[in-house]
């Protein structure tokens, strides 16, 4: 069972930058397809971005797309979502999960404890 941890969330203006990080247990984390997704007050929790088992392929939600960018790092067992040019709406608690590329939500495991994220106007 690939169990998972979100880390880097914080605080940051308007325009600013972040790197989350999601770090993978497990031998099988590399043959997964990954996505990172996102959960704001009172809202239900949307999708944010995907990547391959082998990083080269990335999709992401409309609203992030030419400001987020998803990488692995297989031999780290991590996947990481760089986040810029953020703003107010961003804000929310984000978490990875296996997701099969291009299905859009939890496909296998379990969700992490996730990580908040908090963009000041």
């Known amino acids: 069972q690939v169990q998972l941890v979100e880390s880097g969330g914080g605080l940051v203006q308007a325009g600013g930058s972040l790197r989350l990080s999601c770090a993978a247990s497990g031998r099988t984390f590399s043959l997964n397809d990954m996505g990172w997704f996102r959960q704001a007050p009172g809202k239900e929790r949307e999708f944010v971005g995907g990547?391959?088992?082998?990083?080269?392929?990335?999709y992401y939600a409309d609203s992030v797309k030419g400001r987020f960018t998803i990488s692995r790092d297989n031999a780290k067992n991590t996947v990481y979502l760089q986040m810029n040019s953020l703003k107010p709406e961003d804000t929310a608690v984000y978490y990875c999960?296996?997701?099969?590329?291009?299905?859009?939500?939890?496909?296998?495991?379990?969700w992490g404890q996730g990580t908040q994220v908090t963009v000041s106007s």
């Open positions: 990547i391959d088992w082998s990083g080269v392929g990335t």
């Open positions: 999960a296996r997701s099969q590329y291009g299905s859009r939500r939890l496909t296998a495991g379990n």
